[in-house]
């Protein structure tokens, strides 16, 4: 958690991510490529996304991946999925940091179509894909978030569910001997949220 002055710490400066997620699909001599953008919020999340895409299209001859993540530390990642050595995955990765995109994940889906690109025209095929992809997704700016764990007892999971709902933060219940919220909230707002929260369960609450 944030300290006793977190009030006094500058704001983390809001980064820019995808909107939603999005797919944009075009050809090139015979291949058809297909570019997967979505927004993540951990290492885990994108892995999934990877994982779904390559699920959707196990069928493809290659899905490339890459992604940037705010994560501690920052995480930036790329595979060429059998396609030449930095022919694929470098170049998508290229287009996600020249944007300045964090918190996103492409996957390029390539169905081969029997004529050879080379590796000058897999990296134009591969870029344009992931550019169509996040295109279409469009961009949004955001404020880094704090995530954190609360729990309380049956009879104050009320009162810090409608806490949670009227300063909108994004959150998950779950139900068990007691009730655990699990909360993202930005970062400038998280000490003054867990002190209502305090405050307003008389201190019986666990973070």
């Given amino acids: 958690m ?3 002055n977190a009030e006094h710490e500058p704001e983390p400066e809001p ?3 995808v909107a939603g997620r999005a797919s944009a699909a075009f050809e090139v001599r015979g291949s058809e490529f297909i570019g997967h953008a979505a ?3 951990s290492t885990e ?3 999934a996304f990877i994982e779904s895409v390559a699920a959707e299209h196990a069928d493809a001859t290659h899905n490339v991946p890459a992604y940037r993540v705010r994560a501690d530390p920052f995480r930036e990642y790329a595979s060429d999925d059998g396609e030449p050595s930095g022919s694929a995955g470098k170049p998508v990765l ?3 940091s020249g944007r ?3 918190n996103v994940c492409v996957v390029v889906t390539r169905y081969f179509g029997g004529t050879e690109l080379g590796v000058g025209g897999l990296v134009r095929a591969y870029s344009h894909a992931a550019k169509a992809a996040l295109d279409s997704a469009g ?3 955001r404020r880094p978030q704090e995530r954190f764990r609360a729990v309380v007892g049956y009879d104050d999971s009320g009162t810090v569910r409608g806490i949670l709902e009227s300063e909108g933060v994004a959150f998950d219940a779950e139900y068990g ?3 655990a919220f699990d909360v993202s909230v930005p970062l400038a707002e998280a000490e003054a949220l867990c002190d209502r929260l305090r405050s307003a369960t008389s201190d019986r609450i666990e973070f």
């Fill in 177 to 179: 001997e007691r009730v």
């Fill in 45 to 47: 999340d994108a892995e």
């Fill in 94 to 96: 290229s287009v996600l």
């Fill in 100 to 102: 300045g995109l964090e």
């Fill in 139 to 141: 961009t949004r700016e």
């Fill in 39 to 41: 927004a993540v919020g």
């Fill in 15 to 17: 980064y820019l991510t």
């Fill in 2 to 4: 944030s300290g006793p």
